[in-house]
């Protein structure tokens, strides 16, 4: 009985020895054909383009510092050329150790924390190898100097291992309510992409800059990006960046894709954890959920602990940040449909992972569909950006004017017997001049011009200006 035994495992080892050759032998002529390189505030990431699946191995060396990355079963396609400006590395160099094994020496100025995996293919790339660069966190660079204008205020880079943000301190209970703006997708995720090369991670991203410029202009608010430049946050990471931040509401900015060039508006989602509302919820939610896949945080940066733990909270206190997040989400809606049209006249339900913050009301809109090219266009022009960026900072005011967190400044203002005048939509009459509207709203004129961003003076019958808030004291 042992000697078949023995005999047995003898047989499943040689046949496991001939199955590893036969796998290696498969992949030894994949080639290396470009690396790309992607810089974040806390880590670089560099993705190699391979013709196949190759095995590798990552390790670092000292004085001076290194990175070695070997990829087995694999030769140089062309020649590794990136740019490493503002990245630990100084310089990427290769050599074929053995026929069939690439060696890749990367020069560092400072030591790094290596994380690597490989990527299959997917409808945009082949098979990849990423390698995760991250910045040591004591000698990680201090953050930019702030500068003088608030609407730009870069964020404050997060890296895994920093505590959480500490927020400077405001005056009791008059502090700002911070609003995480969330630019969705990012480096080797672009999105979806219009027939004119316009891509998603662009033009949201340029959509959340300009949102966070004017909810800062907002009195008693204060926004935040979860990215500030082109690179890939897993989703997950987003909203862990929402709370380090101390978010009182996250909203995630996206544009679609649909498989019919026809579709075309804009939606506000916010979170089901019952399933979608509509077919084209869970489509949606289904693509947006893929980015993680595409852009490798797959099961790399979370681990199981972190999983459980966020389950229970999700269930612990989902209810009641959810009816926030559809009043929100309804007034954001609202506002978006005076500037384009609209995809559904209601808040739609579906379960985007970058909208389960159990304790933050959290909205994903899509500004419209990238894959339609007149609203790709509109997507990619300044005005129309401005336009999406006010419809969800004045929904986003409307919200907390009504809802204000305890402890803020707009909670002050209300318990304090001032009351505040929402902004309203006015809608211009022939022989009135901006001088004319502004004594007639109580608003200075350089306010009204900055809430339209408006350039000149000049006015037509019939357009629409938003009329900023107002205090007033209240009337006994
Ligand atoms: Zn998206």
């Given at each position: 009985m042992m000697g078949l035994g023995m005999r047995f495992r003898a047989l499943v080892a040689a046949v496991g020895v001939l199955f590893l050759a036969v796998t290696v032998d498969a992949v030894a002529d994949s080639k290396v054909n470009s690396v790309r390189l992607w810089r974040a505030p806390d880590n670089t990431r560099l993705v190699f383009d391979l013709?196949?699946?190759?095995?590798?191995?990552?390790?670092?060396?000292?004085?001076?510092?290194?990175?070695?990355?070997?990829?087995?079963?694999?030769?140089?396609?062309?020649?590794?050329?990136?740019?490493?400006?503002?990245?630990?590395?100084?310089?990427?160099?290769s050599a074929q150790r053995t026929p069939t094994d690439l060696r890749v020496v990367i020069d560092l100025k400072k030591a790094v924390t290596p994380k690597s995996f490989s990527l299959a293919p997917n409808a945009q790339y082949g098979n990849r190898l990423v390698v995760d660069l991250f910045d040591n966190a004591a000698d990680a660079a201090p953050p930019p100097a702030p500068t003088p204008s608030v609407a730009t205020v870069p964020a404050v880079p997060v890296t895994p291992t920093e505590p959480a943000i500490k927020l400077p301190p405001a005056p009791a209970g008059k502090r700002d309510i911070v609003v995480v703006i969330d630019a969705g997708h990012g480096g080797e995720d672009p999105g979806a992409s219009g027939s004119r090369g316009q891509r998603e991670k662009d033009v949201v991203l340029q959509i959340a800059r300009e949102t966070q410029r004017q909810v800062n202009g907002m009195k008693g608010f204060r926004a935040e990006l979860t990215r500030t430049g082109d690179y890939f946050i897993p989703?997950?990471?987003?909203?862990?960046?929402?709370?380090?931040?101390?978010?009182?509401?996250?909203?995630?900015?996206?544009?679609?894709?649909?498989?019919?060039?026809?579709?075309?508006?804009?939606?506000?989602?916010?979170?089901?954890?019952?399933?979608?509302t509509s077919e084209t919820a869970r489509w949606l939610a289904d693509s947006e959920n893929r980015s993680d896949l595409i852009g490798g945080a797959g099961n790399v940066s979370l681990d199981d602990k972190d999983r459980m733990l966020a389950g229970v909270l999700l269930d612990l206190s989902m209810t009641a940040s959810l009816t926030s997040s559809l009043n929100v989400g309804q007034k954001v809606l609202s506002n978006i449909g005076r500037v384009t049209p609209l995809h559904k006249q209601r808040v739609e339900q579906a379960g985007f992972m970058v909208l389960k913050s159990p304790d933050i009301p959290s909205i994903l809109v899509e500004t419209g569909f990238i894959s339609n090219a007149n609203e790709a266009s509109k997507l990619a022009a300044s005005n129309h950006q401005q336009a999406l960026a006010r419809s969800i900072s004045s929904g986003v005011r409307q919200f907390f004017q009504q809802n204000p967190p305890p402890g803020t400044y707009i909670a002050w203002l209300r318990d304090s017997g001032k009351i505040v005048q929402g902004p309203r939509d006015h809608r211009v009459n022939p022989g009135e001049t901006l001088a004319m509207i502004a004594v007639r709203y109580q608003v200075s004129p350089a306010?009204?011009?900055?809430?339209?961003?408006?350039?000149?003076?000049?006015?037509?019958?019939?357009?629409?200006?938003?009329?900023?808030?107002?205090?007033?004291?209240?009337?006994?």
């Open positions: 013709t196949g699946p190759v095995q590798h191995s990552v390790f670092t060396l000292t004085a001076p510092d290194r990175l070695v990355i070997d990829i087995n079963g694999a030769t140089l396609g062309a020649p590794l050329n990136v740019n490493t400006s503002n990245t630990p590395i100084t310089a990427m160099r989703l997950r990471g987003r909203t862990e960046i929402a709370r380090k931040k101390g978010a009182d509401l996250f909203v995630s900015i996206h544009a679609d894709a649909a498989p019919s060039a026809a579709a075309f508006g804009a939606s506000v989602f916010a979170l089901s954890d019952r399933g979608a306010t009204l011009r900055s809430a339209n961003s408006l350039s000149s003076d000049e006015l037509k019958i019939g357009q629409h200006l938003t009329i900023p808030s107002t205090e007033l004291a209240a009337k006994e």
